[in-house]
Every structure is written in C-alpha cells, then in structure tokens.
C-alpha cells in the first residue's frame, strides 16, 4: 500500500480535497457539495459525469485525468449508468493487470493504478463510501482497462507524432478485441478480455519474456560491467591484460568462458561470434570499436530498447500473411519468409539519416529489367545541377537526358548559372546502362514516397557494416535472385531472367500475385533461425523519441 497516496485519497473520501480539485488550471473538476453527496445513487453521480465528459475535453476525477471517450459513454448509458465495478473480484484483477502494464512496456501510473489500488485498499475498511466516491472510482476504473487495452492494441505513442516517413495505419479493432467489458465484469473474465488486445505476433513475446529477463537481473542488483576500448581491435593470438577484460564481460552476459586468462583463445573466438550475431554485427571473432559499443550496452539501456520495440510491434499489431518480404531497415536486411521460416535474404542498402527510408507497409506489383532512371527532382536540382554549372558534358558522360516536359534539350544550349533548387525548369532522366543508379532491375511497390527496390552498380556497399546510403530507396545485394523467387511461378529462372537483361531492353512484368512486402525499422528483432533477439544500432536517432512519448505521463 502507498501510504501517502492513501492518505491523500482518506481526505478525498473525507471531503476536504474537493476545494483543490476545483482549483485545478486547464482541466475540468467536479465540485460536488458534500452535504448532498449521500443524498443522490452512484447512478446519479456516474450519469453527471458521463454527461460532463461530453462537453469537456478533459476531466479530473479524483486527481486524475479522464479524456472525453464515447466508449466510456456509451457503456455506461448501455448499463443505465450503473456502477460497473461492484465485485471485489474484478478490482482485484484490475489491479494485477495494470501493475502489469509495466512488462509490456508501458507505465501502470497512465491508468490510476495508485487511486484504485487506495481506493480498493479503503474500500475494505469504509463499508459505507459517499455515493459521489464510488462513482468517481468505478468511472476511473473503466478509463483505466479501456485505455490500457487501447494502448495495447494501437500503442500509446502516435507513429505520426513521431515521423511524416510511418505509414503503418492504426488497425481496426476486431472482433476478438471488441470492448465488451460489462461481458467480462460480469463473467469474471477481465484477464482474458486483456489477453485479446495484447498483440498475437510471435515476436512480441520474445521482446516481453527478454524483458521480463533483464529486469528480473537488474532488480535483483545485477549489471554488465563496462569495458574500456583498448585503442585497437583485439583478435585470436593476441595476448594482453584487455583480453582477460573482455572474456569477463562476456561471462557476465551468460557466454560460456571457462578461463579468463589474457589469452585469445578458440573458446573467446566463439563466445564473441555468438555475441556478435546477437548485436547486429558481423560474426568475425573480431572485438573492434563496434563490437565494444554494444558490449557496454546497460540493462537500462537494453531495456529501453525493448520498450520501444515492443510499442513499434503494437503499432503493426496485425497478423503477418504466410508468405512476404520484411525489410527491416535498421538491419540492414531483407527477408522472404513462408511459413515463419526465412525463405531467402540478402543485404540492402537504405536511406541516410536525412533521407530515411520510410517504414510502410505495400505489395510488389511488378518488376521491370533494363530500367531508365526518373531522376526526383530534388536530385535533379540539388545535386546535378550544380555540376552542370561547371561540367555541361555531366549528363552526356552519365547516359542522361535533360528533359522539358516530353521533350529532349540538349543541355550545351543551356546557361545553367541562371537556375537554381527552386526554379530549374527542366527534368532528367538516365537511360539503362551499366552505370544506371538503379542497375539492371528495379521493384515497384506502389507507395505514396515513390520508395522502390532495385539493383545498384555500387557493389562494394553491401561489404560496409553500416548501409545508410541511398536518396530513401533500398538496394538489394542480390537482386537477380529475388527476381526468381517472384517469378518462378510464372516461368521465369535466373537465366531466363539474364536473356532479358542481355537484351538491353527495357521489359515489365507484372506479378499474377502481389508479394506483400513489410518495411519495419526495429532495433531489436528476432532471428527466425535460431529464435534469438538481435539487437540493432539506432541508426535514425529514433528510439530516444519514441521513449520520450511512452514516458510522457496521460
């Protein structure tokens, strides 16, 4: 019991905390007279402040914030305004459920659970409550399990708020998470009418029981001890004092290092590949700048990582198909997967940090070989206009025409000192050829930020650790393959594919069947091969943000 909120709360069923409560700047109280208080029902008391929820955009009950909710209203004018909350039972399992609320990310103080915890504590003691009271709880009981399971489903944090470039649309609330919650008050089932709402993706599980895993550790006074980077990467053979340092971080983390001597040996080799898997790195055995950085992640840190990776999996919170393509940027990676088993992969390469590459959700509709490249026309004016102003052989030098309208202009008649990113006039296109930005095949999923798959010329990228590189489209280290994949039903194998592209010609095809591709950006995400976590480098900045919004109070 917290015992100063309880004290708090005996003045509130005292009477002596309405004054403040009126007092409250910027949100609508309830001045009640206390010597009608006992006059009137519960129903009366809930009735007037259903109907006051109407007119306000807020209201403070009890101290606490309730924003204006037709849910809520329409379940108690279903109920005739009736008290929902009567049997011990379900306050009970409320109480457990949102003291719950922090192992699935998200604060139990956004659902009064320190009021109804005091007020279920009182309530043992003062048989009698004010009628006022009693309403006042069971309304902040039922905004408490209906935002919580709202949350649940859409996330607390709106993707909008956060970035122009999340296009995961709030799903629509189905059947098997409908808020029928007088059905479950009254069948003692409130555990499972949250159950529903939690998402049903695998994955979601894993972030929570890694959760529950980690905090299990720091709360019992466990930490990850930091390492200081040695100044250069330590490799098998070597043999100094930091050597003996790493193998004891990493035994703290649960690797299996049986000597800890200064010697780097097979078995720190091991430990160090496996932990580099699980971070997101190459596994190379190699301890770099890198592989120290995520070594001398703390648990808070790593837990915080979890938050906010469990709210992005909310905010898809729909059933994967059997078969689809996962782009997670973070990861550098694209996957096709059937039947939760990876189908095929490959590195890609995406978006820079001021460019980023958008996270939605599309299907690839067709391919097209040989492809001319549409240049945007930030590109076209920002970047390569700049060097026509020096260079008007750049265009020819590229394959690329400059274009007004559908016309070709030949760019030696062009004074293009005149023009600057706001006023060029012209566009530009680059023709398919070897050095097309967008290689020998492109994959159109239609989308409202004009973001494709393609091949590039610029192999060598897909050997860096970090990919951030394009203008917010993905390059795919192995292009052609994936190629086959889509098109092996309707005929077409790696060397059917290379007829095409030896032609030089242009050449669209059109899936017969929509590839549903999912563009997520996760910093941590499970391997489907081994059903491990990974955890990923923040590449965009975006996790701190996002848990700016889950910690942001109601």
Request: charged fraction near 25%; glycine fraction near 4%; aromatic fraction near 10%.
């Amino acid at each position: 019991m917290k015992w100063v909120s309880l004290g708090i709360l005996t003045m509130l069923l005292s009477g002596t905390l309405h004054s403040i409560h009126n007092a409250a700047i910027g949100y609508s109280s309830v001045p009640i007279d206390d010597n009608l208080s006992d006059i009137f029902p519960v129903d009366t008391f809930i009735a007037r402040f259903v109907n006051e929820m109407a007119t306000k955009e807020v209201l403070k009950l009890a101290g606490e914030k309730v924003y204006s909710n037709a849910v809520i209203a329409s379940i108690y004018e279903e109920a005739g305004y009736a008290p929902l909350w009567q049997l011990e039972r379900n306050r009970m399992d409320l109480e457990n459920i949102l003291e719950s609320a922090y192992y699935e990310g998200l604060n139990p103080k956004d659902y009064h659970l320190e009021v109804i915890t005091n007020y279920n504590s009182l309530s043992r003691v003062y048989k009698n409550r004010k009628a006022v009271h009693a309403a006042m709880a069971d309304l902040l009981m039922t905004d408490a399990i209906l935002s919580y399971t709202h949350h649940l489903i859409h996330g607390k944090v709106d993707q909008k708020d956060l970035s122009p470039n999340w296009d995961y649309s709030m799903q629509p609330t189905d059947a098997r998470k409908k808020f029928d919650l007088p059905k479950a008050l009254k069948q003692n089932a409130l555990h499972q009418f949250v159950d529903s709402a939690r998402s049903h993706l695998p994955f979601y599980d894993k972030l929570k029981h890694l959760f529950i895993e980690y905090d299990s550790i720091q709360k019992a006074g466990g930490q990850l001890p930091e390492i200081k980077y040695p100044g250069r990467s330590l490799k098998p053979g070597d043999t100094i004092p930091s050597v003996s340092l790493l193998k004891q971080r990493l035994k703290a983390d649960a690797y299996t290092i049986d000597s800890i001597n200064e010697v780097f040996d097979k078995e720190l080799e091991s430990a160090l590949m496996s932990f580099q898997s699980l971070n997101g790195l190459p596994p190379d055995g190699i301890a770099g700048r890198k592989t120290y950085q995520a070594l001398n992640l703390s648990l808070s840190e790593r837990l915080n990582i979890l938050r906010a990776n469990m709210e992005r999996v909310r905010w898809i919170n729909y059933d994967y198909p059997d078969e689809f393509i996962l782009i997670n940027i973070a990861s550098y990676q694209l996957q096709m997967i059937k039947g939760n088993e990876v189908k095929f992969e490959c590195r890609v390469v995406v978006g820079k940090e001021h460019t980023q590459t958008p996270v939605f959700f599309s299907y690839i509709r067709y391919i097209v070989f040989n492809p001319s490249w549409h240049i945007p026309y930030s590109i076209a004016s920002e970047e390569i206009l700049p060097k026509l102003k020096t260079d008007k052989h750049y265009l020819q030098n590229r394959n690329m025409l400059l274009m007004r309208g559908s016309s070709e202009v030949n760019p030696m008649s062009i004074d293009f000192t005149k023009y600057t990113n706001t006023n060029f006039p012209y566009s530009i296109i680059q023709e398919a050829s070897a050095s097309n930005a967008l290689g020998k095949v492109k994959f159109i999923m239609p989308n409202k930020y004009s973001v494709y798959l393609h091949d590039t010329p610029s192999k060598s990228l897909f050997k860096r650790i970090d990919r951030a590189f394009s203008h917010g489209c993905i390059r795919l280290e192995k292009p052609f393959q994936l190629a086959e994949l889509l098109l092996q039903e309707q005929g077409y194998d790696l060397a059917a594919i290379q007829e095409i592209i030896d032609s030089k010609k242009p050449k669209t095809v059109v899936l017969n069947k929509g590839m549903p591709t999912l563009i997520i950006y996760m910093t941590c995400n499970e391997n489907l091969k081994n059903r491990q976590a990974i955890f990923y480098n923040d590449i965009y900045g975006l996790d701190k943000e996002l848990l700016n919004g889950l910690n942001t109070s109601r």
